[in-house]
């Protein structure tokens, strides 16, 4: 009995010790993750105004050859590149392995990879992919810091190497639900970012968007207009992503810590029940000897 005794002290001892750990992980992901959503939610009035500049340049183009301009001409076949958001570190749940299997659905002979986050490049290179780059950010990125992976992407565009950029992120709903998603920057289909509806529906008739949209007089011209705003939008929509991936992250984290912070404090539990339950035994047990030692005394 004495040696049960012990090995559940020491559990009980040994498990508390994790949950000390994995109460205060819960606490800092819930500091970074409040910051995260925060970001993200700050960044949407901005993505609407930048919209509704391009919208009268860009809805009329979406469904044709782009007029002309890089960033919204569609090309068939090709290879593809895929910019993969996850985490640089584990204990956030199922949030990376549902990512990765939305890389299944890209063939690994016409697709190349940029990983924003250590795990997706772990995965990638026990997969074989195709990898060109690794981009790691702090919590306190900025929008100059995400400039950097997305010039690097739009270039390898630009000069014809892909025939589309295609973002694998982790979409933030609510604390407790991050979906998978993928999203096609370029070329340029929508002028949507993350969950903020930006362009106009395709129910929306032309005239009735000429008459929702203002008229400007462009200097010089539409196009040198175009080639100035339209990069910037890729990269406004590639930096919102890491955004919502970063919330994403600290919003499993957190839940993933909290349910093991509850987890432990059963176990912790249903070990101290079964200790008690023990040492019951063990004195009911020196009892009986101690009475039966008296009665055959008697």
Known sequence: MAANTRDIRRRI????????????????????MRKAQMAALASRPYAQELSRLLLPFTSFEFDEDGGGHPLLQKRKGGRDLVILISTDKGLCGALNTNLMREVGQFDPETTEFVCVGKKGLQFLARAKRTVLAEFQFKDS??????????????????????NRITVLYSHYVNTLVQEPCKSV?????????????????????????????????????????????????VFYKIFHMILEGRASEHSARMVAMKNASDNAKQIIKDLTLEYNKIRQASITTEILEIATAQMILS
């Not at 810091?145 to 270039?155: M, N, P, R, W």
């Not at 070329?187 to 949209?213: C, F, I, M, W």
């Open 141 to 162: 990125f900025s929008f100059f810091d995400a400039q950097v992976a997305a010039k690097f992407c739009l270039e390898r565009f630009l000069g014809g190497h892909v």
């Open 13 to 32: 001892k040994s498990v508390k010790n994790t949950a000390q750990i994995t109460k205060a992980m819960q606490m800092v992901a819930a500091s970074k």
């Open 185 to 233: 920057v370029v070329p340029v289909q929508s002028l949507e970012v993350g969950a903020v509806e930006l362009g106009r529906s395709n129910s929306e008739s032309d005239t009735a968007v000429k008459a929702e949209v203002p008229e400007y007089i462009l200097e010089p011209n539409q196009a040198d207009f175009l080639d100035s705003l339209l990069p910037h939008f």
